[in-house]
């Protein structure tokens, strides 16, 4: 660990408003704050050095007292079939995260990780063979977009915050994060391709609701009845789908927009026609989308996906339904492109 970096306090993550106070704190004009905002999130530079607007004096004593950089690259996995990569993210204290950096067409999502590690245990994930450390800062969040953004690809378009943790479970610093990417003098990516994930924490979507965020929020369903959610989503025995339905039902009202229902499938497991007539008869009517994603097997977990032909036939069953429904087959499939699968590899070839 790079003990300079630890003892700086890092600004990464600072809104506009808190940019300005530290302008003042350390006696320099309040205007600069914009500046560095701008340098920081929108044009991404990495060292103060860069920020060719800043006296040098500025520039200097920045350098010296405070650390830009909350995430450093510490390796990568590009697929050879499509443009996704897979990226392991240093933190200042020496933990790591992931992100996958995703190509369709124009869009280009990114998927960012909100927690190292995650307490909620899900039995289809491998974060969740990591335990959980703790919540990532906003400026963690963030950083991982500026830096991808920075290596020269194509810039990001849209934002999951669907990577490693429950964000919900890290709400202030997901939101202030995504109120950094949404920001004009950021990154700019609009609110709409923002989209929040959650396993289904009921008081956190209320408050969402309530805060009018308008960002887009998905949940995780992956099953539409109790015994078989409570054996993939542990949480759930603790917000039980009837209660999930209801905040889902009062943040539809409230903010008048669509919910994303991710739906993972799993072979033998929650794949049936029964099942899908499950998901038709617990949404009914509500205005929302549902998302197919056929299992991303892994040598860690003994989940695969359907056959092609199961898959096939489930989508079959879910369009006699009132929503819109779309599969979403795995990028970077010849990767360890579902989140927590490279650090988990990454840990056992470190023994
Ligand atoms: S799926 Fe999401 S909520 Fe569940 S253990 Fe993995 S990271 Fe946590």
């Not at 991982?144 to 915050?161: A, D, Y």
Request: with cysteine.
């Amino acid at each position: 660990m790079n003990a300079d970096l630890v003892t700086k306090r890092n600004i990464k993550g600072l809104t506009l408003d808190q940019l300005t106070a530290l302008m003042l704190e350390i006696g320099e004009k309040p205007f600069h704050a914009r500046q560095i905002y701008q340098w920081m999130y929108q044009k991404g530079v990495r060292d103060f050095q860069e920020m060719t607007n800043l006296s040098n004096d500025l520039r200097n004593l920045l350098s010296e007292s405070f650390s830009l950089n909350a995430v450093t690259l510490k390796a990568k996995e590009s697929s050879r079939i499509d443009e996704t990569v897979k990226y392991l993210f240093a933190m200042e204290d020496g933990l790591f995260v992931e992100s996958v950096y995703m190509v369709e067409e124009k869009r280009v999502t990114v998927c960012l990780s909100t927690m190292i590690g995650c307490p909620i245990g899900c039995s289809y994930c491998a974060t969740a063979l990591m335990g959980f450390s703790r919540n990532l800062t906003a400026g963690e969040i963030v950083d991982q977009l500026t830096l991808i953004n920075s290596l020269g690809k194509k810039p990001v378009t849209n934002v999951v915050f669907m990577g490693m943790g429950e964000p919900f479970l890290n709400y202030e610093n997901v939101i202030s994060a995504a109120n950094i990417l949404n920001s004009e003098l950021g990154p700019a990516i609009a609110a709409k391709k923002i989209t929040i994930s959650t396993c289904g924490i009921v008081p956190a979507i209320y408050r969402f609701a309530d805060d009018g965020h308008r960002f887009k929020l998905a949940v995780s369903l992956s099953a539409a009845d109790d015994s078989k959610r409570n054996k993939l989503i542990p949480i759930n025995r603790k917000y039980p789908l009837k209660e999930l339905m209801k905040a889902i039902e009062y943040y539809t009202r409230k903010s008048k927009r669509r919910v994303t229902f991710e739906y993972i499938l799993i072979k033998g497991f929650n794949d049936s026609p029964e099942d899908a007539h499950r998901i038709i008869s617990l949404l009914g009517s509500l205005p929302c989308k549902l998302n197919l994603i056929p299992y991303n097997p892994n040598e860690y977990i003994g989940y695969k996906p359907p056959d092609e032909s199961v898959v096939d036939r489930f989508i079959q069953e879910v369009y006699q339904s009132p929503f819109t429904v779309t599969v979403r087959r795995s990028k970077g499939s010849d990767i360890s492109a579902a989140c927590g699968q490279l650090y988990v590899r990454e840990q056992k070839s470190n023994g």
